[in-house]
């Protein structure tokens, strides 16, 4: 096992980042089409799994937890993922339906921060996703009690060989405690990184029916 960089080794990691900036000029009218051109240039460098997002919500006590997920859909109203409405984040975001979504593009010197509400949608659209996935992937959704505690790895793999032979040669329904939620945005940062930690930050806010920019200190 490879040592542990001890606290001087850490503080010492540090990368310059570039010269490209980004200022008002650059920005599109609505922030979610900002956000599909460069969703569209991360895809175009080649980044792994460019759609990988972090997903932070918040419990009754107030304490925060954070996960990564896969965006699955993008329009006007906001982003879409999917997931189990019984885990973590969805008795979490039931509860508190405020959450902040992350998108940490390093190789691009971006990221993305987006925050407002989740809300589910309808069971049409999830079904619609659902029927696309790979088939292991929905006996999956079926098999997992996710976040839940499991007595060993043998409990999972006998919970997946039982959905097997539940579903064996027919389609794998929607389960009903899964499905998607759409985030709906209030506040857009575009995070570019500049020389000397002097980034450019540009957020968007929400105002009415539209949108406010202001540049933010780094």
């Known amino acids: 096992m490879a040592a542990t960089p001890d606290p ?6 540090r990368r310059e980042y570039g010269d490209s900036g980004l200022d008002h000029p650059d920005l599109a009218a609505d922030p979610m089409v900002m956000f599909r051109h460069w969703l569209h240039d991360a895809v175009v460098a080649g980044l ?21 997920v896969l965006l699955k859909g993008v329009d006007d ?9 019984d885990s973590r984040k969805g008795d979490e975001l039931s509860g508190n339906p405020h959450c902040a979504v992350l998108f940490p593009w390093h190789d691009l010197q971006r990221q993305v921060r987006v925050e407002g509400k989740a809300e589910r949608i309808s069971r049409e659209e999830s079904e619609h996703y659902f029927a696309t996935r790979p088939r292991a992937s929905q006996l999956g959704a079926w098999a997992s009690p996710q976040s839940k505690v499991v007595e060993s790895r043998d409990e999972l793999e006998r919970g997946y060989r039982e959905v097997e032979d539940r579903f064996d040669s027919v389609d794998v329904p929607l389960p009903e405690n899964w499905g998607g939620y759409l985030v709906v945005p209030e ?6 990184g500049r020389r000397g930690r002097m980034h450019d930050r540009l957020v968007y806010r929400r105002v009415g029916q539209g ?7 780094p």
């Open 8 to 13: 001087e080794e850490l503080a010492a990691l």
């Open 48 to 68: 792994h799994e460019p759609n990988a997002m972090v997903v932070s919500t918040v419990s009754a006590q107030g304490r925060p937890s954070s996960r990564m």
């Open 187 to 192: 506040a857009v940062e575009f995070w570019q």
């Open 77 to 85: 109203s906001g982003l879409v993922f999917y997931t189990n409405y």
């Open 211 to 217: 949108w406010a920019t202001a540049r933010l200190a």
